[in-house]
């Protein structure tokens, strides 16, 4: 009897086990790309790493989908709202306009958004300091050109994404005056052939360099900087294998980061509405490690400029006018 009485609390034990760990909550969460798609090997499939490691450390429910055009935005968000995601993640500020619709909406869904501030009461802003790290590889750039001529492709102008610009001319300026900097706007985040074609002309007019942020159109400038024999600087992971022998360094935007923390909040019960900033003293924005190609004189010149940064002697340039009261309204020209 006295057997059985065991037996019999263990069993309710077991099953007390099963009931609690049943209760435990399952967070679910899911992200909309923008136009470049999942598989850009930069902006968005960064943030589907995020997920990833989220669904791996967190036990969180991960999911996505893809935006062929502008217009999949909006329905994209209803869809994942209808299926009951804990978060919705908006990958990129073209979906600030939907997103805020989405958001007024249904006003007890938790949004998000990268490269936006937030636009609601249930959205959070998570935004990034890449004049920061941007600066950093047009240092390296300044430095490494063998023509005093570099280029900077963008995917498509807008105060976020022209933080890249300003970040850019700035560290190359200020390394190397006499350089001259090519620029090209691509006007989309998809078009590696357009990214490959605008790159094969500023290495035809004297570029040796060329950095990108464009998200997967980038992925045409790396290639036309294989086939070229030059150099080309990639954007927001570490691009170079890619293309070991032509991706000089990359600018860093931890977008992984950032999206795992919002899947971390949700999990905690911490995450609220409001606007997140990361940047090089938190490890938001960085330049890569990879450093095969790098010069000694670049990363002794890139390594002072972190410093620099750090210690709040270089206040890098993120806006418009901050860039012109430094360098002039003439000499970065992508945001006219």
């Known amino acids: 009897m006295k057997k059985f009485l065991c037996v019999l609390m263990a069993a309710f034990m077991l099953m007390g086990m099963v009931v609690s760990a049943n ?23 960064l943030a589907w790493s995020g997920l990833q490691r989220a669904k791996e450390e967190l036990g969180v429910e991960v999911s996505y989908l893809e935006s062929i055009t502008e217009a999949d935005y909006g329905p994209n968000l209803e869809t994942l709202y209808d299926e009951g995601y804990d978060l919705i993640i908006c990958i990129g500020w073209m979906m600030a306009d939907a997103l805020t619709e989405a958001a007024t909406l249904h006003p007890e869904q938790m949004y998000a958004i990268i490269d936006n501030a937030s636009v609601g009461e249930n959205v959070v802003g998570v935004n990034f300091a890449t004049e920061q790290c941007s600066y ?18 963008i995917g498509m102008v807008s105060p976020v994404m022209n933080t890249f610009g300003y970040g850019y001319y700035a560290g190359v300026r200020d390394t190397n005056p006499d350089c001259v900097v090519q620029c090209y706007n691509t006007n989309s985040y998809g078009d590696a052939a357009g990214g490959k074609a605008a790159t094969i002309s500023m290495y035809a007019n004297g570029a040796d360099i060329v950095f990108h942020a464009a998200g997967g159109t980038g992925t045409g400038v790396i290639e036309a900087a294989k086939e070229q024999g030059k150099l ?10 890619l293309a070991p022998e032509a991706v000089l360094t990359s600018a860093l935007k931890r977008v992984d980061n950032g999206v795992f923390n919002l899947c971390q909040g949700i999990v905690d019960g911490t995450l609220e509405a409001g606007d997140v900033v990361y940047s090089l003293s938190d490890g938001g924005v960085d330049i890569a490690p990879s450093i095969d190609l790098m010069s000694e ?3 002794a010149a890139v390594e002072a400029a972190k410093e620099n940064i750090l210690a709040g002697e270089v206040t890098v340039p993120a806006t418009q006018e901050a860039f012109d009261a430094l360098y002039g309204p003439d000499y970065y020209t992508l945001d006219d």
Do not use: K, P, W
């Not at 967070?27 to 909309?32: C, E, G, I, S, T």
């Not at 790309?33 to 930069?42: K, L, R, V, Y």
């Not at 080309?232 to 294998?241: K, P």
């Open 136 to 153: 950093l590889v047009g240092v390296a750039a300044g430095t490494m050109t063998e023509t005093n001529n570099v280029g900077f492709v």
């Open 297 to 299: 004189e670049a990363l």
């Open 23 to 45: 209760a435990e909550e399952t967070y679910r969460v899911a992200m909309v790309t923008d136009t470049g798609g999942i598989n850009d090997q930069s902006f968005n499939a």
């Open 232 to 241: 080309a600087i990639g954007v927001d992971q570490d691009q170079s294998y």
